[in-house]
């Protein structure tokens, strides 16, 4: 992981993130890990973690939305993960590990709060809310990435599409999400021509309008029932979590 320079300040007497997991947190709890926390800015199509690099730090999204990549052998990717203000990008340190084979790319601009690996994993073994948050996200995200695994071996094109957008517009809350038909490849593994028919074909039902680099989603209940129902799957498994 390429480490930002310069180095942020600490978060010292600013206002509680917007992370649904940093808001969530006793006073005491949140206080004792605000020092350790940086304010960090990511924007559209940086990488925040390259495959089999040392994860050194851990981020709490508060807006945008970081996509977690598969990799294969010809160098296509498929996302296989989306992190928004519900949760955190570095969940393999909590696990035990230093690394992932996957790539983290910021899918819009992305404002997190920054924390050092080493000050997390501290802070996860104090047994306190975090930890009980960290591995409810930790339960959600294993939904979500097997969800999604099904979800590309059985759901044709537009049915990804439609759910890809919903999690999506979820996570950034506004109806023009930055994204180009390339970028769209990227994250559902296709062809960009594939993305294309897709697209126009949600265009054509009115559920979507797309100028060069923005999808503005126009109808949300009709991109909702074109879904498959991987997304209900995930959103109730969020909505669980979130809520519990």
């Known amino acids: 992981m390429l480490n930002p320079s310069p180095r942020p300040p600490p978060m010292t007497n600013q206002p509680r993130p917007a992370n649904r997991i940093l808001s969530a947190l006793p006073h005491e709890e949140f206080e004792r ?6 304010d960090i800015n990511f924007h559209l199509g940086e990488i925040v973690y390259r495959p089999e690099q040392q994860m050194d730090y851990a981020y709490f999204v508060n807006r945008g939305v970081i996509s977690w990549l598969a990799a294969v052998e010809n160098g296509n990717t498929v996302e296989t993960g989306v992190i928004g203000p519900e949760g955190i ?10 690394s992932t084979p996957n790539q983290g790319l910021a899918q819009s601009d992305v404002q997190a709060s920054r924390i050092a690996s080493k000050d997390l994993v501290t802070e996860f073994r104090q047994n306190g ?3 009980q948050l960290l591995l409810r996200f930790v339960q959600s995200m294993f939904t979500q990435v097997a969800q999604t695994a099904a979800c590309n071996r059985l759901h044709t094109l537009d049915q990804r599409l439609a759910r ?21 490849s990227r994250m559902l593994g296709v062809r960009r021509a594939g993305v294309s028919v897709a697209a126009n074909s949600l265009r ?9 680099g923005d999808i503005v989603v126009v109808d949300r209940p009709g991109v909702e029932g ?3 129902e991987c997304y209900q799957i995930v959103k109730q498994e969020y909505d669980s979590y ?3």
């Open 204 to 212: 054509q039902q009115g559920l979507i309008d797309y100028h060069r």
């Open 129 to 131: 809310k975090l930890s």
């Open 226 to 228: 074109l879904s498959c």
């Open 33 to 38: 890990l605000r020092p350790k926390l940086r």
């Open 89 to 98: 990008a570095g969940v393999p340190v909590i696990l035990g590990a230093n």
């Open 242 to 244: 979130l809520n519990g």
């Open 164 to 184: 890809w957008l919903l999690m999506t517009h979820d996570r950034i809350g506004e109806s023009k999400l930055p994204l180009t038909q390339e970028f769209l």
